[in-house]
């Protein structure tokens, strides 16, 4: 079992000229540098069904380590805290109101003193908006509470306490008379007492059966574990009307989801159940599929599949048998699951990859096949009897198409209307609209003509994303324009409110994200005009921000390469080149066209998240923000085949180039990642003498320790050792003499980036005589939380940087305790 437990002390390795430890309280950085990290986060908002009002809800800012110190569980690769049945990591929203898309906004009346909400989702007839609150201390648990629209005013419904560790807890039904949740069992006894004496060995075996899995954290462990996990994430399924008593329904155990059918007859459910594993995820666990008929309160059970543990290590690898459960949008009941053509190894060769199965209400008999995939299936967008559009795609190549075809036909040809690589982001259509209809269900939005399907795409060019809404002919054919954004700015469709309004948000460089109204079809060259909708603050009023530029420059090998310049404010070329700090994060590709596409837009609001570099200009820092690091490899060739030769080959690039506009410092460049970015930066300072210093956070750095693949290797280590071994820093610790400064989170979940690959790492520079601090941030994931944690974070890199960058003769500088 694995409690964390409040904890206050940070547990730092402190490297000068001598070896040692320090305990050290949490530290601030430059008040410049706390003053962007403490700036509000832009509003968010959500757009009714018929879109006539906005939900706006802003976000917390950084919660404190107190906060982040609450009881948690980690167990079957989640967390989750005890005290509320819900997730023990999650953004709140700490204000919200409505917004009429043509009025002005309205206060929502009623709402908790101390709003932590989450899962807010409009009502099918747009008239409420359901949310969660969480409430701590005493009463701690999950409360189901409504906003009325037209009197913008809120209430708690019900008194039951929800259930959130396995996921989203309500949907609405598709009357809006209420709302289908998971709840915390009625009348649950006490929860299993944990005792730290053990009553023998915890043992785990495999009998020949071949079963790889990738490195995952969090895992269950021992007997207690096991129960611990069950009694919190067990739920009983409920409907909460909107008025009235609760109606519990016959349906109890380690329920994932719960939606109700679109005519609200039945509720289909999957479950996950015993015997669980300790070497998998719950994802990974055995699970049934069921629907239950409301009316009578019966269940007829769909699938059980078993434990998932020899699925291949292939990305496109699924379970064998029926999958991915769900309800056709468009009919009123009718489910819908895919079925693997191959057993579920893309390695086997077939004519059909996937297959598409509906089954109609009352659900007799194995179901019709509705369409064969020659890929493997992605997603499914339902319209009506005669339209729905499928997306397939195949990993090994980065091919993607998308396919439309006739429900009504099983077996019917499909049309083809787009096909290309995942990677080429200057040819995609974008992403097909849809909308809720009549029942709370989301199908595709078609032209008024009913002749073609609404895109909207971030619009990727050579000079930036040019966001725009555009129209695919459903029988094929060149997508069309209606709306683009223009140069300079960047404006993104959010919402189609109708055939000839959308809704967008609106920002450059130097005005921040709002919401507006523009008129469809745009007039050819003329500029749209556009309605303010929302009037949100400059987040940073009154500070000094960096200026920013994309700068498109050339690898050795003439591969065309990106990075986004930031100089600080006030800054000119008179004054010399900067000391500078590169980041990165490095991404496979398939063809060298894909690779060499501008990703983003320089015409953005400069929003500087938590794990920026960009808080570095304010301490005199130029930044090379996001620089291009392809790795490449076309046909049969993998990309980490010449990984090495690659990433020095793009930092090089970057630094060269920064040099040569006059602003980089040549001699005086650190290099910064965090995960696969923190890998490569141990990787640039093993393999080039480029740099200062570098700074890796949270990163994996010792590759034989996730050895059935890791990032998009598929390949596992006894299949590519000479890889494995290559890319792996560690193995060259005995070369890296460039001061190292490995920052990780004590409580790290993601895949493959335990904190013991900090820890060995640290052991193996010191041991060679390395430069290096490893500081352990207590109570931190693999993303960093608390605004303590991040406050020092800032202080420890840019202690690190003034100490090793920013000095003009590296002879002089020197790491002193703090």
């Given amino acids: 079992m694995k409690a964390i437990a409040a904890g206050m002390l940070l547990a730092c390795v402190l490297t000068g000229a001598a070896s040692g430890q320090a305990a050290l309280t949490y530290q601030k950085p430059p008040a410049d540098i706390e003053a962007l990290l403490d700036a509000p986060p832009t509003p968010l908002v959500r757009v009714s069904p018929d879109h006539s009002v906005l939900l706006v809800q802003q976000p917390q800012t950084f919660p404190t380590i107190a906060e982040v110190a609450q009881p948690r569980y980690r167990l079957a690769g989640i967390r989750f805290n005890p005290a509320t049945n819900g997730p023990s990591r999650e953004v709140s929203t700490v204000k919200m109101w409505l917004q009429p898309t043509g009025g002005t906004e309205k206060p929502i009346a009623g709402l908790p003193e101390n709003l932590k909400a989450s899962h807010a989702a409009w009502s099918p007839d747009s008239k409420h908006v359901a949310f969660v609150d969480k409430v701590e201390g005493p009463d701690a648990g999950l409360q189901l509470w409504v906003a009325d629209v037209a009197s913008a005013s809120a209430h708690r419904v019900g008194t039951v306490r929800l259930n959130a560790v396995l996921g989203g807890p309500c949907e609405w039904l598709p009357d809006s008379s209420g709302l289908l949740c998971k709840i915390v069992p009625q009348g649950r006894g006490p929860a299993p007492a944990s005792n730290e004496v053990p009553a023998g060995p915890n043992v785990e075996e495999n009998l020949g059966k071949v079963t790889p899995a990738r490195t995952y954290e969090d895992l269950l462990k021992t007997p207690a574990d096991e129960a611990i996990f069950e009694y919190y994430a067990t739920s009983e399924v409920a409907v909460v009307p909107l008025n009235g008593p609760v109606q519990i329904l016959p349906m109890k155990g380690l329920i994932e989801a719960a939606q109700p059918s679109p005519d609200g007859r039945f509720v289909l459910a999957t479950a996950f159940h015993r015997p669980f594993s300790y070497a998998l995820p719950v994802e990974n666990f055995p699970a049934t599929a069921s629907v239950l008929t409301l009316k009578t309160g ?341 990309p980490n085949d010449t990984y090495v030769e690659q990433l020095v080959a793009g930092a090089k690039a970057a630094i060269d180039y920064g040099a040569s506009l006059g602003v980089v410092d040549p001699k005086r460049v650190a290099v910064m990642g965090h995960s696969y970015g923190a890998f490569m930066t141990a990787n640039l300072l093993a393999h080039s003498d480029m740099f200062r210093a570098g700074i890796a956070r949270s990163g994996a750095y010792n590759r034989t320790l996730t050895p059935f693949g890791f990032q998009a290797e598929e390949r596992t280590y006894w299949e590519a050792p000479d890889v494995y071994n290559k890319m792996s820093p560690f193995s060259y610790a005995d070369k890296i003499t460039t001061p190292i400064l490995l920052i990780h989170g004590e409580a790290d979940d993601n895949q493959g980036t335990f904190p013991i690959q900090s820890e060995r790492f640290y052991v193996a520079l010191k041991g060679h005589g390395a430069t290096v601090r490893l500081v352990f941030l207590p109570l931190e994931a693999h993303g960093y939380e608390a605004h303590e944690s991040l406050s020092h974070m800032l202080w420890e890199m840019n202690r690190w940087l003034d100490t090793y960058v920013k000095p003009a003769d590296p002879m002089t500088s020197g790491m002193k305790a703090p």
């Avoid at 199965?357 to 096949?369: R, S, Y």
């Avoid at 209307?417 to 989301?442: C, F, I, K, V, W």
């Fill in 298 to 638: 019966v269940t007829k059970e769909l699938s059980d599949h078993p434990l998932l543990d020899n699925l291949p290590i292939a990305f496109d690898a699924v379970e064998a048998g029926p999958r991915e459960y769900s309800w056709r949008s468009d009919a009123p009941a009718t489910l819908v699951w895919v079925e693997a053509g191959d057993g579920g190894d893309p390695k086997v060769k077939v004519a059909v990859r996937d297959r598409v199965v509906e089954l109609a209400a009352p659900f007799e008999g194995n179901g019709a096949t509705l369409l064969e995939l020659p890929m493997r299936f992605r997603s499914i967008e339902w319209c009506n009897d005669h339209l729905a559009m499928a997306s397939e795609a195949r990993w090994s190549d980065r091919k993607i198409a998308m396919v439309t075809f006739d429900p009504s036909t099983p077996g019917a040809k499909t049309t083809t209307l787009y096909e290309g690589s995942s990677q080429d982001r200057y040819h995609s259509p974008g992403r097909p609209l849809t909308d809720m209809n009549a029942r709370g269900e989301p199908v595709l939005r078609l032209t008024s003509d009913g002749k073609g399907i609404y895109f909207f795409s971030p619009g990727a060019t050579p000079e930036g994303d040019l966001p725009f809404v555009g129209v695919m002919p459903i029988a094929g054919g060149a997508e069309k324009v209606l709306w683009r954004s223009a140069n300079k700015v960047y404006t993104e469709p959010v919402s189609l409110l109708s055939d000839g309004k959308v809704l967008v948000r609106h920002e450059s460089e130097s005005v921040s994200p709002n919401y507006f109204v523009v008129i469809l079809p745009q007039k050819s060259g003329r500029p749209s005009q556009m309605a303010q909708v929302t009037h949100f603050p400059l987040p940073y009023a009154g500070m000094k921000l960096p200026t920013k530029h994309l700068i498109q420059y050339r690898r050795a090998d003439g591969l065309e390469l990106t990075a986004t310049l930031w100089l600080p404010a006030g800054y000119t070329k008179s004054q010399g080149p900067l000391p500078t700090l590169m980041e990165a994060y490095p991404a496979e590709f398939k063809t060298r066209a894909a690779a060499g596409q501008v990703n983003g837009s320089p015409f953005r609001f400069p929003r500087i998240g938590a794990g920026s570099p960009v808080f570095f200009t304010q301490t005199g820092y130029a930044v090379l923000e996001n620089a291009s690091i392809p790795i490449i490899g076309e046909g049969d060739a993998q």
